[in-house]
């Protein structure tokens, strides 16, 4: 079983619409957890970064940690075109130097 | 202010090659990390520098190796390429050692003939 895991899509959803991403982890000891966006070909580029459980919201995007069943969410709310990438979750726990990551979600958002 | 910087951007060499990449991190970080990514999969950790030392190593075989430099900057080195090696390898800068919030660089892709 891997560390983190992730629908690996391709997930199409029209423009406006709600995105939900997920991931699943089975080491408990993780306790930070980010979402990256990566464009085809281009580096991740961080949305958004937690500690533990929790919500969070920047703008567009709020991410979901409930690490009492070892789930991560992430929502994009009004849904872009531009959104269109693939969305990696990742995980580490307060000793590791490294992150884990999923291997990502494929989204299209279609105009 | 510069984000993490990459180079080269593409490279294609032989089987049973040797190739360095380069990394600057982002400006006030001295953590580099380097992952390889693998078409379609996510980032696998191949090694941690901090403080010109490899802090952490995932799991690949020695011939991938690494250096940090006083600047902070970073080389990785694969010696005796393989076709299985053809990847986008990623370095990641971070602060204090602690792997906190990584940032990425664009990557190079490596391709292995």
């Known amino acids: 079983q891997k560390e983190v895991e992730q629908d690996p899509g391709p997930l199409s959803v029209p423009e406006g619409a709600i995105v939900s991403l997920n991931c699943t982890y089975s080491?408990?000891?993780?306790?930070?957890f980010m979402w990256y966006r990566q464009y085809s070909r281009k580096g991740p580029e961080l949305l958004m970064y937690?500690?533990?459980?929790g919500n969070k919201e920047d703008g567009r995007f709020t991410a979901q940690v409930d690490k009492s069943s070892k789930y991560i969410s992430l929502f994009i709310r009004d849904s872009q075109p531009s959104d269109s990438a693939t969305y990696l979750c990742a995980a580490r726990d307060n000793y590791g130097q490294n992150f884990v990551f999923g291997p990502g979600t494929r989204l299209s958002v279609l105009p | 202010d510069a984000g993490v910087t990459q180079s080269p951007t593409h490279l294609i060499k032989t089987r049973g090659q040797q190739v360095t990449l380069r990394c600057s991190p982002k400006?006030?970080?001295?953590?580099v990390s380097w992952y390889q990514q693998a078409l379609g999969q996510g980032p696998q950790f191949i090694f941690q520098?901090?403080?010109?030392?490899?802090?952490q190593r995932g799991n690949f075989p020695d011939r991938f190796s690494g250096h940090q430099f006083p600047n902070y900057s970073s080389e990785l080195n694969v010696n005796a390429l393989l076709l299985g090696d053809s990847a986008l390898y990623l370095c990641a800068s971070s602060r204090g050692g602690q792997g906190d919030t990584q940032y990425f660089g664009p990557g190079t892709r490596l391709t292995v003939l």
């Open positions: 400006s006030g970080h001295d953590t």
């Open positions: 937690t500690y533990s459980s």
């Open positions: 080491n408990s000891a993780f306790q930070y």
């Open positions: 520098y901090y403080e010109e030392e490899e802090r």
